[in-house]
């Protein structure tokens, strides 16, 4: 849990703030497989380096009600910041991002994932984080979600979209537990954290700046959601 280190987030600067170029700079295309509609909130599980970024982005999606910071992947009795750290309990640090379905689809969710939030084909890192808590994974939560997954990275694969290959992976949610306190919502009290300049607020202008349809100006903190 390096991140913490101003030479560190220097790093992450000099290498495009953890993203590359052609991931933040263009649209992809939408998913051609998606959920049904639904009715009432839905939940994503998404993984995809740094919990910080991950939830100060999608908190700026429009018809996103609430997003925490967590962990996934691994037990119970080891997801907790230190232990995630050792990089030997299984977890990533993961978001759990609910929804209206009726504003927003899990499909497009996945769109923002892979182009505006994350290097989906970066292998456990993310930036200037290492380790396999900071890997690129969909945890689906229905057999709906898995089909989208799939199909949507088979999509992108075919259509060669990244110049290197997709390495999320896709398996099913076991369980969420949510981060530490002092992690959530941790981009909108510390926005001039060097991490957070170089590495996380990107994805938000990216965010703005490519899906303009999808931006909120004004984020839906963890606190107000509740």
Same mark, same amino acid.
């Given at each position: 849990?390096?991140?913490?280190?101003? !030479?560190?987030? +220097?790093?992450?600067? $000099?290498?495009?703030?953890?993203?590359?170029? %052609?991931? @933040?700079?263009?649209?992809?295309?939408?998913?051609?497989?998606?959920?049904?509609?639904? /009715?009432?909130?839905?939940?994503?599980?998404?993984?995809?380096?740094?919990?910080?970024?991950?939830?100060?982005?999608?908190? #700026?999606?429009?018809?996103?009600?609430?997003?925490?910071?967590?962990? /996934?992947?691994?037990?119970?009795?080891?997801?907790?910041? !230190?232990?995630?750290?050792?990089? $030997?309990?299984?977890?990533? %640090?993961?978001?759990? @991002? !609910?929804?209206? =379905?009726?504003?927003? &689809?899990?499909?497009?969710?996945?769109?923002?994932?892979? /182009?505006?939030? #994350?290097? =989906?084909?970066?292998?456990?890192?993310?930036?200037?984080?290492?380790?396999?808590?900071?890997?690129?994974?969909?945890?689906?939560?229905?057999?709906?979600?898995?089909?989208?997954?799939?199909?949507?990275?088979?999509? +992108?694969?075919?259509?060669?979209?990244? $110049?290197?290959?997709?390495? !999320?992976?896709?398996?099913?949610?076991?369980?969420?537990?949510?981060?530490?306190?002092?992690?959530?919502?941790?981009?909108? #009290?510390?926005?001039?954290?060097?991490?957070?300049?170089?590495?996380?607020? =990107?994805?938000? %202008?990216?965010?703005?700046?490519?899906?303009?349809?999808?931006?909120?100006? &004004?984020?839906?903190?963890?606190? /107000?959601?509740?």
């Amino acid at each position: 849990m390096k991140r913490h280190l101003v !030479t560190i987030a +220097l790093v992450a600067f $000099t290498i495009g703030c953890g993203l590359r170029a %052609e991931t @933040i700079n263009r649209t992809i295309p939408s998913p051609l497989v998606d959920t049904p509609p639904a /009715s009432g909130p839905q939940v994503a599980v998404l993984a995809g380096g740094c919990f910080w970024g991950q939830q100060g982005m999608f908190e #700026h999606v429009r018809g996103v009600t609430k997003v925490v910071a967590g962990y /996934s992947g691994g037990e119970a009795s080891t997801a907790h910041y !230190t232990m995630v750290g050792t990089e $030997t309990t299984g977890h990533a %640090e993961s978001v759990e @991002i !609910t929804f209206d =379905p009726k504003q927003i &689809t899990y499909g497009q969710l996945l769109q923002l994932f892979f /182009s505006v939030a #994350h290097d =989906p084909t970066q292998l456990d890192r993310q930036g200037p984080d290492r380790g396999p808590s900071y890997r690129s994974e969909i945890f689906f939560a229905s057999p709906e979600q898995e089909r989208v997954a799939r199909a949507y990275v088979a999509q +992108l694969t075919k259509a060669n979209i990244f $110049t290197s290959p997709i390495v !999320t992976k896709i398996e099913p949610l076991k369980a969420f537990y949510p981060a530490e306190g002092y992690h959530q919502d941790y981009l909108i #009290h510390n926005p001039n954290q060097p991490y957070i300049v170089f590495n996380d607020l =990107p994805k938000i %202008e990216a965010l703005k700046r490519v899906y303009p349809q999808l931006y909120r100006p &004004t984020p839906v903190a963890l606190a /107000s959601a509740r």
